[in-house]
């Protein structure tokens, strides 16, 4: 089993990147937004519900992955770097999967704020986010969020032995993911 975190900014291409992974590895995706679409049209991200129901699925979901006999799950989160809750939620979920004898994986995603606002319009971020539909909103939100946020980590911030940062604003998820499977193996 193995545990890959994909992490950074909104409209980075976690998400793409993970389908990518997907289909040249037998990992399987468990993006950020399948629990945030499932409990949106009940309770709103954000709000005390919201993120309760949101973090017990994702643990749960997590605590059966981490003793499943797949060959692992790829997870995706956008990480405040500048927010200890962040570094301590990222800890508690690799522990999860550490206490099993999982490895885990870590890797950075960084692009230049244009392309992630061209791909926060892209087809295939809208059929997997409903939420980021609403273009005009999704994008306040992702400026405002880049704006407040620390969302890449400094060089050297990020000590974990299984870790790779990746500018991936002039690559394509494919190359992304390619360049993923190259450096862990997978």
Do not use: C
Request: glycine residues 4%.
């Amino acid at each position: 089993m193995k545990f890959i975190i994909i992490v950074g900014p909104q409209a980075v291409g976690k998400m793409t990147v993970g389908h990518e992974l997907e289909k040249i590895t037998d990992l399987k995706l468990f993006h950020n937004h399948l629990t945030i679409e499932l409990v949106h049209p009940f309770f709103d991200y954000g709000t005390e519900a919201g993120n309760r129901l949101v973090k017990s699925f994702r643990q749960q979901m997590f605590e059966e992955f981490a003793v499943s006999d797949l060959y692992g799950v790829i997870f995706t989160f956008v990480w405040r770097f500048d927010v200890q809750v962040d570094w301590d939620y990222v800890e508690k979920t690799s522990q999860i999967f550490e206490s099993k004898g999982v490895e885990v994986y870590i890797v950075e995603l960084q692009a230049d704020l244009d392309e992630r606002l061209e791909r926060n319009k892209s087809p295939h971020r809208l059929e997997h986010k409903p939420t980021k539909r609403d273009i005009v909103w999704s994008e306040e939100h992702l400026k405002s969020v880049a704006n407040k946020f620390r969302l890449n980590s400094f060089d050297g911030e990020v000590t974990r032995k299984n870790y790779i940062k990746i500018n991936n604003t002039n690559l394509t998820a494919a190359e992304t993911a390619k360049l993923i499977q190259e450096r862990f193996d997978l």
